[in-house]
């Protein structure tokens, strides 16, 4: 089926782009370009304006230029280190001056006397001759654009094999043949009402812009597309979701939950009790829950979560509670079933370890009813996982799982009321557009009793010294956490650094202490009785690398030491440093550091001031400035391919209206003009993993 006049884009393979081939199409591969539509979505991530042509005789040495000459002659020589150095003399509109390539070959060949051409790069004035060390370069043939010099120039993130020069020549060529057959499919009246740029004169500008102003248009367009299909997709789900009415309701029985409160050892705070107020107001309406919980690390949400699954079993049904990795699903299963077992609530934990039988007995009992809460990583999402009734899912950390998790549930024609916990601080303006179909509660007071966590900065030559602070912590019965980054690009490198340091502390300053490692590379099962081990208070001290990042709760831990903390995002060092003030005993918080940046240092700062998640999630983004791309990535929030929620919020409220608007006049897309729009969205859904980063 193809809709568009020239072949589909989204089916091309990029090889069939001119000058591509097959071996340049694998080197695109790792930029995961496979096809035109790809190619073309590849946006450049900045340009280089070199429009202005300037004459060479008004500049300096040392200055970017881009200038146009005629070539006079040119000669290539070769050095003695096999350096190929092509030299032209250039007439320009003031005078001859020269241009220097090297390790061009076979350019000497290209550059006749006459030819005509734009060099961009550094001039030099070398003994009163004007010399321009070119970067790029284009011949002027009279026939087609230029589109390495003598205009705004766009640069791409790359690959080795693939220059600026090719991806720039395979972009021209695919615009060339393909930009006239991309076919408009937002709606004519948003395009209007919002002030967009369309669709093939947009793929143009932000490529080839011939103007900044143009090059900004353009984005802005590409942004409110992947804003608007983002919303068309929460606005749909709201929509089917308020259509449905649940199949089953919930009784006035409250035995379990009244023995789960009583065997607590604290009382519910007026946050968390507000809290569960409307999710019981929500589970008693005749329309599923579609609850966000919002709450900073600590806050407790686990007891929310709890009671929300136990008014299910109380009332003879089932819940599900789904944890992003498996060490946090094996916590609350652990926590869960101590506390629910001895109330006679069956719970049971679908790790991935499981052997088959064991797996097999389990999804039996489910199906059967015999377990009431089923507890899990995503793998709950899969087709062979039967309940006999679900009423109720708890998903732990929207950011990992996201729309289409839900989506799966809801095509699976299972409409269980819905809470989603996150611990990721998001302004609540913002929070409603990004979360757009859910309604927001938020835990806004921690546990009474709570001391601040002291933190600190070091240098990193004193930590043999915060060592022995935590040999002495240890000696007065309480447990610690010693944490080293891990960055995907030198995963090898910093594995092998967490190593080392274990080894170096388990017989150095811990020796007395009972030191274990744990990191993300260790079997499951090895990981897990690790954390059963220092949970149960059998080891003092933890070395990992972040895989204790969210959730963990160890209320006896009471020392976070952050190793190399320069290296970790602030939303990342306020969640690690959550781990410990879990309890009532003055916790401490150790940064060491050597502070390379502006930035690293104002983070540390930060972390030294407050502990406030909101407060730090926004002063996150002041020290990012708004620019910044990682921003996003590190903040917990869906990523895009170009637009960034917090920097654009204004067009994500536009595109929330209007996405909006169109469900709610013609949520089926019946409109003639709205059946592009559609195959847009079916993509846009297909391709979530890589087109749109939720999870
Ligand atoms: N009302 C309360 N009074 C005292 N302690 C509480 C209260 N509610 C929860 N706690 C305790 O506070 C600790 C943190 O709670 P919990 O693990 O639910 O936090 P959380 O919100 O899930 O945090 P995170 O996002 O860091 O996982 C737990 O040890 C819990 O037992």
């Known amino acids: ?21 097959p071996r340049r199409a694998e080197q695109l591969a790792r930029l995961k370009l496979f096809t035109l539509h790809d190619l073309l979505y590849h946006f450049p991530r900045e340009y280089l304006d070199r429009s202005q042509l300037r004459s060479p005789f008004d500049l300096s040495s040392g200055d970017n230029v881009t200038v146009l000459g005629r070539v006079l002659s040119c000669q290539e020589n ?46 030099k004035r070398n003994f009163g001759h004007l010399e321009v060390q070119v970067q790029d370069y284009e011949i002027i043939t009279g026939e087609g654009d230029a589109i390495h010099a003598g205009r705004i120039v766009p ?90 009415e649940k199949q089953h309701r919930y009784g006035p029985d409250s035995r379990l939950t009244r023995q789960y409160l009583a065997g607590l050892k604290f009382t519910l705070t007026t946050a968390q009790s507000r809290v569960v107020g409307e999710i019981m107001a929500d589970m008693a309406s005749l329309h599923p829950m579609n609850r966000l919980l919002q709450g900073d690390v600590g806050s407790g949400k686990t ?45 049971a934990l679908f790790s991935g370890g499981l052997p088959a039988r064991e797996r097999r007995a389990l999804l039996e009992q489910l199906a059967a009813g015999e377990v009431a809460i089923a507890v899990g990583t995503q ?67 921690l546990p009474p009793g709570r001391q601040p966590v002291r933190t600190y900065f070091v240098a990193p030559e004193e930590l043999p ?42 017989v150095g300053a811990l020796h007395r202490c009972r030191v274990a490692l744990l990191h993300g590379r260790m079997k499951r099962a090895d990981k897990e009785v690790i954390m059963q081990q220092f949970r149960a208070g059998r080891l003092d001290v933890l070395v990992s690398t972040t895989v204790i990042e969210v959730g963990v709760d160890v209320p006896n831990a009471s020392v976070m030491v952050i190793v190399d903390a320069d290296r970790f995002g602030l939303a990342q060092l306020h969640q690690l440093r959550g781990r410990v003030g879990r309890g009532a005993e003055q916790a401490h918080c150790i940064l060491a550091a050597r502070l390379r940046s502006r930035e690293a240092a104002e983070r540390i700062k930060a972390m030294k001031t ?24 590190q903040s917990g929030l869906p990523e895009f391919r170009l637009a960034n929620l917090l920097r654009d919020r204004e067009l994500l409220r536009e595109a929330r209206r209007q996405a909006r608007a169109l469900i709610s006049a013609d949520p089926d897309f019946r409109t003639g003009e709205y059946h592009l729009l559609r195959l847009a969205l079916e993509r846009f859904n297909q391709e979530g993993s890589s087109y749109l980063h939720i999870g």
């Open 1 to 21: 089926m193809s809709n568009w006049e020239a072949g589909d884009p989204y089916t091309i393979q990029v090889q069939y782009v001119k000058m591509v081939g």
């Open 78 to 123: 070769r050095t003695r280190k096999n350096l190929t150095i092509t030299k032209a003399a250039l007439e320009g509109d003031r005078g001859v001056f020269y241009a220097v390539w090297f390790n061009r070959l076979h350019l000497k060949k290209a550059l006749k006397p006459g030819t005509q051409l734009y060099i961009s790069g550094k001039l």
């Open 155 to 244: 640069v791409y993130h790359t690959t080795s094999g693939i220059t600026q020069r090719m991806l720039r020549t395979f972009m021209h060529a695919a615009l060339e043949q393909w930009q006239h057959s991309y076919r408009e499919f937002l709606p004519s009246q948003v395009l209007e009402q919002v002030g967009l740029m369309a669709l093939p004169e947009a793929l143009k500008q932000v490529h080839f812009p011939d103007s900044h102003a143009l090059a900004e248009q353009a984005r802005r367009r590409f942004i409110f597309e992947e804003l608007f299909l983002f919303q068309l997709q929460l606005a749909l789900l709201r929509h089917q979701i308020v259509r449905v």
């Open 303 to 347: 007891v929310v979560a709890v009671l929300t699954l136990l008014k299910a079993v109380e009332n003879g049904m089932q819940g599900a509670l789904m944890a992003p990795t498996e060490v946090l699903a094996e916590q609350h299963y652990l926590a869960m079933d101590n506390a629910l077992a001895p109330l006679g609530v069956r719970v």
């Open 379 to 445: 793998a709950l999402l899969h087709e062979d996982v039967v309940f006999k009734k679900l009423a109720v899912v708890v998903i732990d950390e929207q950011h990992r799982f996201g729309v289409r998790q839900r989506g799966i549930l809801q095509k699976k024609g299972v409409y269980p009321d819905l809470l989603i916990m996150t611990a990721t601080p998001i302004p609540r303006t913002l929070s409603m557009t990004v979360y757009g179909d859910l309604d927001v509660s938020v835990i806004d007071a």
């Open 465 to 506: 010294r915060v060592f022995t602070f935590v040999a002495q912590q240890v000696s007065k019965g309480h447990q610690a956490y010693v944490v080293c980054p891990l960055v995907e690009e030198s995963e090898k490198v910093d594995l092998q650094a967490a190593v080392d340091l274990y080894e170096q502390l388990a």
């Open 610 to 633: 407050s502990q406030d998640g909101f407060y730090l999630a926004e002063k996150d983004l002041q020290i990012r400035g708004p620019g910044d791309m990682a921003g996003v990535r």
